[in-house]
């Protein structure tokens, strides 16, 4: 009795230091939440595909369904200037403090771990990033060039996340009128390597779990007997990433 009642404990104990672990490693897997609006009292630093580096005030942004394809600045001389998502490498811009205030930041200090280390000026300030980007909007629209925001900066050297801005969300849980925990989106713009970005859902992340993954002998061994879940995706990609870390795979 004594002998049952101890391995019961113990296979307990396990169990419970696994669910603390992979709690752990959530928080550390977290995208960055997805924003909308900029502020208007902090410059934006952008990269042109000339070569050229501006910094500058935001006066406005057009969208196309949620993504950014033009922008206009106001430099520091008062000179205005209109720019095109084709014209532009990259951007790093503020949200408007309303909302950061109303969203819960992910934000780490190790932001870029494996990410662009030369992004850490701006990460650490509490930027958000966007990319310039090739993409078909819902994989149906013809390929037009975006500036996307990256949500997963600090683990973003192999596969870059973009948050869709019109994504749906999946249920919260709540009791009583008490909001416990949030929805998570159920689809995002995802690139691995070099490959097009793709519009990844919730309802066919099964179809591209392994191509996403699977090519990695470390990760498959982890995962061998795993029920892939929507809501592990970072979790999935810090994995993967820190695999092609030890491999030696990733550029210094």
Known sequence: MKVKLFTMLFFS??????????????????????????????????????????????????????????????????????????????????????????????????????????????????????????????NKKKEAEFLMQVINPKFSQYIEVYSDPFAKQTSSIGIGGMKLAGGIAKSYYIKKGDQKVLWLTKKDFDEHFESLFMDNDKFKAKYADHKFKWSLLGVYILDYTEFLAEDGKLAK
């Open 13 to 138: 104990a396990v169990i419970c230091f696994a669910q603390e672990d992979l709690k752990e490693r959530e928080k550390q897997a977290a995208f960055d939440p997805a924003y909308s609006s900029y502020s208007r009292k902090k410059p934006a630093y952008v990269t042109l595909k000339s070569g050229e580096k501006v910094e500058a005030d935001i006066k406005d942004v057009d969208r196309k369904k949620g993504q950014i394809n033009e922008i206009k600045f106001i430099k520091p001389d008062g000179k205005k200037l209109r720019v095109k998502a084709e014209e532009i490498v990259d951007l790093y811009m503020a949200p408007s403090g309303l909302e950061k205030l109303s969203q819960q930041s992910n934000f780490m200090n190790d932001a870029t771990k494996w990410g662009k280390s030369d992004a850490s000026k701006y990460l650490n300030k509490g930027y958000t990033m966007y990319t310039n980007q090739m993409v078909s909007l819902k």
